[in-house]
């Protein structure tokens, strides 16, 4: 440090100073180690001039065409650089006062990293959808950037540095590469991106329920598959005809594509991101229909007729409606631990404790899953020791 203040000082004055400075032509040549420097890296360049070894250096750096500076901080023969541009040096001496002719100029690249990016983060891209592609440079602000794309299906690749492509297609998935060039600075071709365009989804449609329980309401579910697609915002239909979304004063909108509907009407659903919107083909549509209560109310009867029974006893409940030929599916509540299958009798071959509890019954008809019956008073069978 204090060589190269001295060395500084010591070139001032013999500029200023001296104007009997006698130039001595001989070739002098610069030598640098690596003529590009790898991102973080560094050049080592030597200023090589054989016959003399009495000089102080001087170095020069081209930092934009036409745009020379003097490096102030370097007087040695041999130093290390980190920044791109075109270098040249000289050597001189002081007393006698000489100086040489300057070095052939030697262009030192920098190299920089680029990668591709996809504008949105989504993992998965549907044919259809527009998309934009990104080469984004690292450093690389500010400066003027000539781009070049290697990517699948095109011959004329744009030069910018996005790549936007409307409608997808599966033809579109493979690698995108990208480099930039700016002045002395280049990038690599950097690691590919691999885009990969499926088919058009499909939304599904989930009903809990077929059908609006009296005061009450179904909640519906829609989902785009794969489920590992993200970013999707859901819309909902009512009736065949209508192609105007349903609104929160149709229904009541939770999160994760749910919905809440009380009404009755043949519902579909479908899935859409991006701008523009990108929608996803419709769900199948589900019918949702009212409950209607039927007039006969079922009763649950024990066989044989003991509401307490022992330990290893057998015993059959069942639910029994009468009235009319109309065949019905069964459905149980009970508080006992071990709960009845859904059928019109539940035969207990050796009861335990674990059977004790209040039973009651309702019948849906099978003929219309809407229509059910109301429930049946409960039953208490207890199970003793
Ligand atoms: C060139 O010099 C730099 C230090 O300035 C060193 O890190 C690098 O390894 C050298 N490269 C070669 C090819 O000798
Ligand atoms: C048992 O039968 C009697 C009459 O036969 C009836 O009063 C009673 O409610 C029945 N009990 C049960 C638990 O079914």
Known sequence: MGNSLLA???????????AEVRELKVKITLIANRTTIPAGGS?????????????????????????????DDQFTRVISISKE??????GWRRDPDLITTESDPVTILK??????????????????????????IQGGEG?????????????????????????????????????????????????????????????????????????????????VNPSSSSGWKYYWYRDEKSSEALTTQDAVFHSNGQISVSQEGLYRCRGGRGNPVYYTEDSQSVRIGKTVTASNRPVVTLYPNWSEIYRGETITVRCEIHGGD????????????????????????????????????????????????????????????
């Open 85 to 90: 541009g075109i270098y040249t040096c000289r």
């Open 326 to 385: 109309t065949e019905w599916d069964y459905e149980w509540e009970t508080n006992s631990r071990i709960k009845a299958p859904n059928q019109n009798e539940y035969r207990i071959r050796s009861a335990s404790s674990s059977n004790s509890g209040n039973y009651r019954c309702k019948g849906r008809m099978k003929s219309s899953q809407h229509k059910t019956t109301e429930w049946s008073d409960s039953v208490t069978l207890t199970v003793s020791d």
């Open 111 to 136: 190299t920089v990293l680029a990668a591709v990016k996809l504008q949105h983060s989504w993992s998965q891209i549907f044919t259809g959808e527009t998309i934009t592609l990104r080469c984004e």
């Open 143 to 223: 400066k003027v950037w000539k781009y070049e794309w290697t990517a699948p299906n095109t011959n004329s690749p744009p030069t910018s540095s996005e790549y936007r492509i409307s409608r997808v297609s599966v033809s579109h998935s493979g690698d995108y590469r990208c480099r930039g060039s700016s002045d002395y600075l280049l990038t690599g071709w950097n690691d590919a991106f691999t885009l990969t365009v499926s088919y058009k989804p499909k939304a599904k449609l989930r009903a809990d329920n077929t059908a609006v329980p009296v005061g009450g309401s179904v909640t519906l579910t829609c989902s």
């Open 8 to 18: 500084f000082i010591l070139l001032c004055t013999f500029f200023s100073g001296n």
């Open 43 to 71: 050049v080592t360049l030597t200023c090589d001039l054989k016959e003399r070894s009495d000089l102080l250096y001087q170095w020069f750096r081209e930092t934009l065409p036409g745009n020379k500076i003097t490096l």
